[in-house]
């Protein structure tokens, strides 16, 4: 069995988790139960799934958690932009979409690692 907290790309994730929270504390209130949920919910099932997969016995059912948080990474990126066009994050959104970038190519990478 993995012990899913030696792997950088969990800390990272869940790094990436605050950040989203800090985000949507400053969010409009009208937006607490659908977009900035949306975004909680997405950005915390990387760190989840990767951690999930690492309890599993099989190489190949790690994978498929893996598989499960890089989609939940491109969901997240998706939602970024919504947010991002509505203005509810401000700032340089291209740095902060780099940032998920870089875990989803690191996800991958670790799943064609172990197949």
């Known amino acids: 069995m993995r012990d899913f907290r030696n792997y950088d790309i969990w800390m990272d994730s869940m790094t990436y988790v605050n950040t989203v929270y800090d985000w949507v504390n400053n969010f409009p209130k009208e937006e607490r139960f659908s977009l900035s949920s949306q975004l909680v919910r997405s950005a915390i099932s990387i760190p989840s799934n990767i951690a999930e997969g690492a309890g599993r016995k099989s190489?190949?059912?790690?994978a498929r958690f893996l598989e499960i948080a890089l989609g939940s990474c491109y969901e997240l990126e998706t939602q970024i932009i919504i947010a991002?066009?509505?203005?509810?994050?401000?700032g340089n959104i291209d740095k902060e979409i780099g940032e998920l970038q870089s875990i989803q190519k690191r996800i991958s990478g670790l799943i064609n690692s172990i197949k």
Do not use: M
């Not at 190489?59 to 790690?62: G, M, Q």
């Not at 991002?84 to 401000?90: D, F, G, L, P, T």
């Open 59 to 62: 190489s190949k059912e790690f």
């Open 84 to 90: 991002s066009n509505r203005k509810y994050i401000i």
